[in-house]
C-alpha cells in the first residue's frame, strides 16, 4: 500500500515538474542549464558545467525576474552565486564568485513557442573581489510546458 501511494506521488509530482520545467544548453561555454518555468514573472536557474573533471564541477544558482514578457521574447535579469562543492576536497571556499545575469528568451518558431534561443550577458567578480570578466552565453532552450503563458 505505501508503494502504491508513494508511485502515485511521485507520478504527481513528475507530471507538476514536467510542467515547469525548462533545459538549455550553451555549447560553446559546455553549460547545461535547468530552470523552473521561465514564462513566470520570477524563476530559478540551475547551472552546471559539462566536459569537466568531477572536481572541477562549478554550478551556479540564480533566481530570475522577467522584466519584459510577450509572446515572441523575454527579457529578464537575475544575480546569481558560482559555486563547486567539490572545492572543499581541496581546502578551498566553496563559493568561487558572483555575478548578475541579463539575458533575452527569443522564440523564433511562432507555432513552438517552447523552442527558445537564449542569449545571456553576465558580469562575474571572484569571490575575493579581485578580479572578474565579462561572460557571453548563446545557447537554446525548451521549455517543457503544456502551453507557455504571458
Known amino acids: ?18 510542467s515547469q520545467v525548462a533545459v538549455s544548453y550553451y555549447p560553446f561555454q559546455s553549460i547545461l542549464s535547468v530552470s523552473s518555468n521561465t514564462e513566470k514573472l520570477f524563476w530559478v536557474d540551475y547551472k552546471i558545467e559539462t566536459n569537466t573533471f568531477i572536481l572541477n564541477l562549478n554550478m551556479e544558482l540564480s533566481p530570475k525576474f522577467n522584466l519584459k514578457r510577450s509572446e515572441r521574447v523575454n ?65 537554446i532552450s525548451y521549455n517543457f510546458n503544456r502551453e507557455t503563458t504571458k
Open 1 to 18: 500500500m505505501k508503494l502504491k501511494i508513494l508511485t502515485l506521488l511521485l507520478v504527481f509530482y513528475a507530471s507538476t515538474l514536467y
Open 75 to 139: 527579457y529578464y535579469v537575475g544575480p546569481g552565486i558560482s559555486f563547486n562543492f567539490t572545492n572543499a576536497t581541496a581546502d578551498l571556499p566553496l563559493t568561487n564568485g558572483y555575478f548578475i545575469d541579463t539575458g533575452v528568451r527569443i522564440k523564433p518558431i511562432k507555432k513552438y513557442k517552447n523552442i527558445q534561443l537564449v542569449f545571456e550577458i553576465s558580469p562575474y567578480i571572484n569571490s575575493e573581489f579581485s578580479g572578474g570578466n565579462l561572460r557571453t552565453r548563446l545557447g
